[in-house]
């Protein structure tokens, strides 16, 4: 199978054409000392930014910088419209119900340290139940293990099913026990499960839980709706999904973030404050305090739009056509160990390997000879890891850019390594 063939397999129902969209990606068109184009398969990390993303940024700071909410001339003025109309696009993106739920903050690890201190010191109590999962990322453990410590909750993990997938009856047993809070990732960012977020959502609910959805993995590659999956919270951030680093988004049911206390004090998130005690804004400006990055927020209005001129389902789409290829042409490496589940309809463009005789740090340094990026590590998941019985993967991630051409050349770059390590 050569590669034009194969490349040519891989875009023939591809309802995005990629090599189009790559066009929009300037950091895309370099090319290497030996006049290669970057491969970039690490997407899952962080996105690289369409150039309507960065021409936003830069307009921003050349025609209306200031800072928003307290001037009373026009430059504030425009520059306060701009970031609600962020606000407003991000919310319609994920069809939320109000504007108001969608709160800007830096990242997913930043909206899920919110909940955990708000909505979690207000409501958990010693011998409260909080379940996560054994697929989670850091960033849905450490704040919930923190919380634990603190309040004296006791912690469960629904375990991962030999395929790579949420044992949804460990799920059940768990919910017996009528938990406070019920969190999970809706895509695994090291397995690529798509967890059944809204049947889970729906379990958690029938006993009582509060749901928080790690999005981190599933907003910018899944077509979201909040109000579809019925989560109480739901975290993603920016630039996952082509917008800037620093612009990440809780978005959160009216009613929870009206009860909950605020995160952090200071400037923007208060009503009045007298020198001994102070009443707090409404939402969502209670938990924004101080100056927030407004410039990240428009640009992660104009990745949004960028993203809706595509359409989510062509992007699923395309993420599926991508990973069948993939997983296809990794089928045909002998020594190949894939994590997660074997069918591309399971799964987001998410792949996890491990290379017989190789470590995956060695796979990363020879695939990076040859123009082709990808990640090797715990990707923030060493419980998972000890679970795989792994301390590290290689992980390949697809977006909207990538071709079959992209995974031609990750299959060509394991032959390599696998030469160089007479494996
Ligand atoms: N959750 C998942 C599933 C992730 O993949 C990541 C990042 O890789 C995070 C949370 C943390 O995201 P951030 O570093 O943007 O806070």
């Known amino acids: 199978m050569t590669t034009t063939q194969t490349a040519s397999r891989a875009t023939v129902s591809d309802p995005l054409d990629a090599a189009r969209v790559r066009a929009d990606f300037p950091i895309l068109q370099q090319e290497d000392g030996q006049g290669r184009r970057l491969a970039f398969l690490d997407s899952a990390a962080s996105s690289q930014k369409p150039a309507v993303v960065i021409d936003a940024l830069a307009a921003y700071y050349r025609e209306t910088n200031a800072n928003i909410?307290?001037?009373?001339?026009?430059?504030?003025e425009k520059a306060t419209a701009r970031y609600e109309e962020a606000r407003h696009l991000?919310?319609?993106f994920v069809n939320a119900a109000s504007a108001r739920e969608c709160v800007f903050v830096r990242n997913t690890t930043e909206a899920i340290n919110l909940v955990a201190h708000t909505w979690g010191r207000r409501n958990v109590r010693p011998s409260d139940l909080i379940v996560s999962t054994v697929m989670d990322h850091h960033s849905n453990l450490v704040p919930w293990q923190m919380?634990?410590?603190?309040?004296?909750?006791?912690l469960a993990h629904v375990r991962v099913t030999a395929d790579g997938r949420l044992d949804l009856d460990h799920l059940d047993e768990l919910l017996a026990r009528e938990p406070k809070l019920v969190a999970f990732p809706h895509v695994s960012n090291s397995l690529g499960t798509i967890n059944p977020a809204a049947e889970i959502v729906r379990r958690a609910k029938a006993v009582g839980a509060v749901t928080l959805i790690d999005g981190a993995q599933s907003v910018p590659h899944l077509p979201t709706d909040v109000q579809a999956l019925g989560c109480d919270f739901l975290a993603f951030s920016g630039h996952k999904m082509l917008g800037p680093m620093g612009s990440g988004v809780l978005f959160g049911r009216l009613e929870l973030l009206q009860a909950m206390p605020p995160f952090?004090?200071?400037?923007?998130?208060?009503?009045?404050?007298?020198?001994?005690?102070?009443t707090y804004a409404d939402v969502p400006a209670r938990f924004e305090a101080g100056t927030p990055a407004v410039a990240d927020a428009i640009g992660l209005g104009a990745a949004v739009e960028y993203l809706q001129g595509l359409g989510m389902n062509a992007v699923r789409e395309h993420e599926k056509v991508a990973t069948a290829y993939a997983l296809d042409r990794?089928?045909?490496?002998?020594?190949?160990?894939?994590?997660g589940p074997a069918d591309a309809g399971s799964r987001a463009g998410v792949i996890s390997f491990e290379l017989d005789g190789i470590h995956p740090?060695?796979?990363?340094a020879i695939l990076d000879g040859e123009g082709v990026a990808v990640r090797a590590g715990h990707h923030c998941c060493q419980p998972l890891m000890r679970e795989l019985g792994v301390v590290a993967t290689t992980?390949?991630?697809?977006?909207?850019y990538n071709t079959g051409e992209d995974v031609d050349?990750?299959?060509?770059?394991l032959a390599k390594a696998q030469r160089i390590f007479a494996v």
Do not use: Q, W
Not at 264 to 278: A, F, N, P, Y
Not at 330 to 339: P, S
Not at 409 to 413: Q, S
């Open 361 to 364: 740090h060695d796979v990363a």
């Open 330 to 339: 990794l089928g045909e490496v002998a020594g190949l160990r894939l994590f």
């Open 90 to 92: 991000v919310a319609h």
């Open 395 to 400: 992980r390949a991630s697809f977006y909207v």
């Open 409 to 413: 050349r990750l299959v060509d770059g």
């Open 264 to 278: 952090m004090g200071g400037g923007g998130m208060i009503r009045k404050v007298e020198l001994g005690r102070s």
């Open 69 to 76: 909410h307290r001037g009373v001339y026009e430059l504030s």
């Open 147 to 154: 919380l634990a410590e603190e309040t004296g909750a006791e």
